[in-house]
Protein backbone atom coordinates (compact mmCIF):
# COMPACT_ATOMS: atom_id res chain seq x y z
CA UNK A 1 0.00 0.00 0.00
CA UNK A 2 1.45 3.35 -0.96
CA UNK A 3 0.07 4.78 2.03
CA UNK A 4 2.38 3.13 4.17
CA UNK A 5 6.07 3.82 4.05
CA UNK A 6 8.93 2.19 5.01
CA UNK A 7 12.87 3.52 4.98
CA UNK A 8 15.53 2.11 4.81
CA UNK A 9 13.95 0.05 1.85
CA UNK A 10 17.52 -2.30 1.80
CA UNK A 11 19.92 -1.94 5.06
CA UNK A 12 23.14 -4.12 5.48
CA UNK A 13 25.13 -3.45 9.15
CA UNK A 14 27.50 -5.28 10.67
CA UNK A 15 26.95 -7.53 14.04
CA UNK A 16 26.62 -5.16 17.28
CA UNK A 17 25.49 -2.51 14.91
CA UNK A 18 21.97 -0.60 16.52
CA UNK A 19 19.48 -0.27 13.66
CA UNK A 20 16.54 1.73 13.44
CA UNK A 21 13.92 1.05 11.11
CA UNK A 22 11.21 3.34 10.24
CA UNK A 23 7.17 3.20 9.39
CA UNK A 24 5.08 6.33 7.84
CA UNK A 25 1.51 6.24 6.96
CA UNK A 26 -0.99 8.68 5.67
CA UNK A 27 -3.92 6.56 6.04
CA UNK A 28 -4.90 8.07 9.61
CA UNK A 29 -4.89 4.19 11.33
CA UNK A 30 -4.25 4.29 14.59
CA UNK A 31 -2.76 0.83 15.06
CA UNK A 32 0.61 -0.34 13.51
CA UNK A 33 2.31 -3.96 13.67
CA UNK A 34 6.08 -4.66 12.86
CA UNK A 35 6.31 -8.40 11.49
CA UNK A 36 9.37 -10.20 10.05
CA UNK A 37 9.42 -12.44 7.70
CA UNK A 38 12.21 -15.12 7.23
CA UNK A 39 11.70 -17.45 3.81
CA UNK A 40 9.33 -20.71 4.57
CA UNK A 41 8.52 -19.41 8.09
CA UNK A 42 5.89 -17.17 6.98
CA UNK A 43 5.32 -13.84 8.89
CA UNK A 44 5.89 -13.39 12.41
CA UNK A 45 4.51 -10.63 14.94
CA UNK A 46 6.82 -8.34 16.74
CA UNK A 47 5.29 -5.66 18.28
CA UNK A 48 1.81 -3.64 17.61
CA UNK A 49 0.19 -0.80 19.02
CA UNK A 50 -3.06 0.28 18.65
CA UNK A 51 -2.59 3.89 19.40
CA UNK A 52 0.32 6.06 20.55
CA UNK A 53 0.27 5.17 24.27
CA UNK A 54 -0.12 1.52 23.49
CA UNK A 55 2.54 -0.91 23.01
CA UNK A 56 2.28 -4.67 22.72
CA UNK A 57 4.81 -7.29 22.07
CA UNK A 58 3.90 -9.95 19.52
CA UNK A 59 5.53 -13.13 18.86
CA UNK A 60 9.13 -12.52 18.89
CA UNK A 61 9.46 -9.40 20.36
CA UNK A 62 13.05 -10.33 21.93
CA UNK A 63 15.95 -8.30 20.82
CA UNK A 64 13.55 -5.66 19.17
CA UNK A 65 12.32 -3.02 20.60
CA UNK A 66 9.97 0.01 18.92
CA UNK A 67 8.40 3.41 19.41
CA UNK A 68 5.75 4.97 18.95
CA UNK A 69 6.03 8.72 17.96
CA UNK A 70 2.92 9.67 16.51
CA UNK A 71 -0.05 8.44 15.20
CA UNK A 72 1.81 8.45 11.61
CA UNK A 73 5.28 7.05 12.42
CA UNK A 74 6.12 3.66 14.16
CA UNK A 75 9.64 2.90 14.31
CA UNK A 76 11.30 -0.42 14.67
CA UNK A 77 14.84 -0.67 16.79
CA UNK A 78 17.41 -3.04 16.91
CA UNK A 79 19.68 -2.63 19.87
CA UNK A 80 22.48 -4.62 19.00
CA UNK A 81 21.78 -6.25 15.87
CA UNK A 82 22.72 -10.23 15.19
CA UNK A 83 23.08 -12.13 11.97
CA UNK A 84 19.95 -14.18 12.92
CA UNK A 85 18.21 -11.01 12.53
CA UNK A 86 18.85 -11.06 8.45
CA UNK A 87 14.95 -11.05 7.64
CA UNK A 88 12.55 -9.27 5.23
CA UNK A 89 10.67 -6.60 7.66
CA UNK A 90 6.82 -5.12 6.94
CA UNK A 91 4.75 -2.48 8.65
CA UNK A 92 1.04 -2.48 8.44
CA UNK A 93 -1.39 -0.29 9.78
CA UNK A 94 -5.03 -1.29 10.44
CA UNK A 95 -8.15 0.99 11.56
CA UNK A 96 -11.77 -0.51 13.00
CA UNK A 97 -13.25 2.43 10.79
CA UNK A 98 -11.11 1.04 7.77
CA UNK A 99 -12.16 -2.62 7.61
CA UNK A 100 -13.34 -4.66 3.88
CA UNK A 101 -15.10 -6.92 6.06
CA UNK A 102 -15.82 -7.23 10.39
CA UNK A 103 -12.13 -7.12 11.77
CA UNK A 104 -9.49 -4.91 11.25
CA UNK A 105 -8.20 -5.05 7.62
CA UNK A 106 -3.90 -4.91 7.87
CA UNK A 107 -2.33 -2.70 5.15
CA UNK A 108 1.06 -3.15 4.21
CA UNK A 109 4.16 -1.40 3.33
CA UNK A 110 6.71 -2.48 0.76
CA UNK A 111 9.25 -3.97 3.40
CA UNK A 112 12.41 -3.39 4.47
CA UNK A 113 15.70 -5.72 3.28
CA UNK A 114 18.51 -6.12 6.64
CA UNK A 115 21.02 -7.76 6.32
CA UNK A 116 23.28 -8.65 9.48
CA UNK A 117 27.06 -9.32 9.02
CA UNK B 1 -5.65 -16.36 19.88
CA UNK B 2 -6.61 -19.17 17.70
CA UNK B 3 -4.42 -21.40 16.00
CA UNK B 4 -4.09 -22.49 12.25
CA UNK B 5 -2.90 -24.98 9.98
CA UNK B 6 -2.80 -25.19 6.47
CA UNK B 7 -0.80 -27.07 3.90
CA UNK B 8 2.64 -25.88 3.61
CA UNK B 9 2.14 -25.89 -0.38
CA UNK B 10 0.33 -26.98 -3.03
CA UNK B 11 0.62 -27.29 -6.96
CA UNK B 12 -1.36 -26.63 -9.33
CA UNK B 13 -1.76 -25.87 -13.38
CA UNK B 14 -3.37 -22.69 -15.27
CA UNK B 15 -7.07 -22.79 -15.57
CA UNK B 16 -7.52 -25.85 -12.72
CA UNK B 17 -9.75 -24.70 -9.22
CA UNK B 18 -7.68 -24.67 -6.67
CA UNK B 19 -9.04 -25.49 -2.80
CA UNK B 20 -6.63 -24.54 0.11
CA UNK B 21 -8.25 -25.73 3.16
CA UNK B 22 -7.11 -24.12 6.89
CA UNK B 23 -7.80 -25.66 10.22
CA UNK B 24 -8.58 -23.53 13.00
CA UNK B 25 -10.18 -26.12 15.89
CA UNK B 26 -10.25 -23.63 18.62
CA UNK B 27 -11.73 -21.12 17.10
CA UNK B 28 -13.92 -18.61 19.28
CA UNK B 29 -18.09 -17.92 18.71
CA UNK B 30 -16.45 -14.28 17.65
CA UNK B 31 -13.73 -15.03 15.40
CA UNK B 32 -13.92 -14.49 11.63
CA UNK B 33 -11.74 -16.17 9.32
CA UNK B 34 -9.59 -14.02 6.76
CA UNK B 35 -7.23 -14.81 3.88
CA UNK B 36 -4.75 -12.88 2.88
CA UNK B 37 -2.46 -13.17 -0.09
CA UNK B 38 1.09 -12.25 -0.63
CA UNK B 39 3.11 -11.82 -3.62
CA UNK B 40 6.89 -12.23 -3.39
CA UNK B 41 9.40 -9.36 -2.44
CA UNK B 42 5.42 -7.52 -1.38
CA UNK B 43 3.15 -7.25 1.98
CA UNK B 44 0.33 -9.38 2.39
CA UNK B 45 -3.05 -7.71 0.92
CA UNK B 46 -6.70 -9.10 2.34
CA UNK B 47 -8.55 -11.32 -0.21
CA UNK B 48 -11.95 -12.61 1.92
CA UNK B 49 -13.44 -13.36 5.03
CA UNK B 50 -16.15 -14.78 6.04
CA UNK B 51 -17.99 -16.13 9.93
CA UNK B 52 -20.10 -19.26 8.51
CA UNK B 53 -21.06 -20.84 4.89
CA UNK B 54 -20.18 -19.43 1.78
CA UNK B 55 -18.75 -16.04 0.83
CA UNK B 56 -17.33 -14.92 -2.63
CA UNK B 57 -16.35 -11.93 -4.29
CA UNK B 58 -14.33 -11.37 -7.27
CA UNK B 59 -10.93 -13.28 -6.33
CA UNK B 60 -12.00 -15.82 -4.65
CA UNK B 61 -14.54 -18.16 -2.66
CA UNK B 62 -14.63 -18.76 1.29
CA UNK B 63 -16.01 -21.93 2.39
CA UNK B 64 -17.02 -22.40 6.01
CA UNK B 65 -19.10 -25.61 7.73
CA UNK B 66 -21.24 -25.05 10.41
CA UNK B 67 -18.96 -26.32 13.10
CA UNK B 68 -16.67 -23.64 11.69
CA UNK B 69 -13.53 -25.59 12.84
CA UNK B 70 -12.26 -25.28 9.17
CA UNK B 71 -12.35 -23.08 6.18
CA UNK B 72 -11.51 -23.34 2.33
CA UNK B 73 -10.08 -21.06 0.12
CA UNK B 74 -11.46 -21.27 -3.13
CA UNK B 75 -9.58 -20.02 -6.64
CA UNK B 76 -11.26 -20.49 -9.67
CA UNK B 77 -9.27 -21.37 -12.77
CA UNK B 78 -6.04 -19.88 -11.82
CA UNK B 79 -3.69 -18.29 -13.22
CA UNK B 80 0.28 -17.76 -13.22
CA UNK B 81 -0.16 -14.92 -11.79
CA UNK B 82 -1.90 -16.16 -8.43
CA UNK B 83 1.60 -17.96 -7.64
CA UNK B 84 1.57 -16.31 -3.93
CA UNK B 85 1.73 -17.05 -0.21
CA UNK B 86 -2.05 -17.75 1.13
CA UNK B 87 -2.08 -16.97 4.61
CA UNK B 88 -5.86 -17.78 6.90
CA UNK B 89 -5.97 -15.84 9.68
CA UNK B 90 -8.87 -16.09 12.77
CA UNK B 91 -9.44 -13.12 14.65
CA UNK B 92 -12.44 -10.89 15.95
CA UNK B 93 -13.70 -7.25 15.75
CA UNK B 94 -12.16 -6.12 19.00
CA UNK B 95 -9.07 -6.28 17.36
CA UNK B 96 -7.75 -7.66 14.44
CA UNK B 97 -6.20 -10.90 13.02
CA UNK B 98 -2.36 -10.47 14.31
CA UNK B 99 -1.06 -14.08 13.88
CA UNK B 100 -0.32 -15.21 10.24
CA UNK B 101 1.97 -18.09 10.44
CA UNK B 102 3.61 -20.06 7.92
CA UNK B 103 0.76 -19.77 4.91
CA UNK B 104 0.13 -21.73 2.42
CA UNK B 105 2.50 -21.64 -0.93
CA UNK B 106 0.64 -22.07 -4.48
CA UNK B 107 2.57 -22.30 -7.27
CA UNK B 108 0.91 -22.41 -10.96
CA UNK B 109 2.24 -23.84 -13.99
CA UNK B 110 1.49 -23.86 -17.33
Known amino acids: DADVTQTPRNRITKTGKRIMLECSQT?????MYWYRQDPGLGLQLIYY???????NKGEISDGYSVSRQAQAKFSLSLESAIPNQTALYFC????????????????FGPGTRLTVL | LAKTTQPISMDSYEGQEVNITCSHN???????ITWYQQFPSQGPRFIIQ???TKVTNEVASLFIPADRKSSTLSLPRVSLSDTAVYYC???????????FGKGTTLSVSS
Open chain 2, 26 to 32: NIATNDY
Open chain 1, 27 to 31: KGHDR
Open chain 2, 50 to 52: GYK
Open chain 1, 49 to 55: SFDVKDI
Open chain 2, 89 to 99: LVGDQAGTALI
Open chain 1, 92 to 107: ATSDPRDRKGYTDTQY
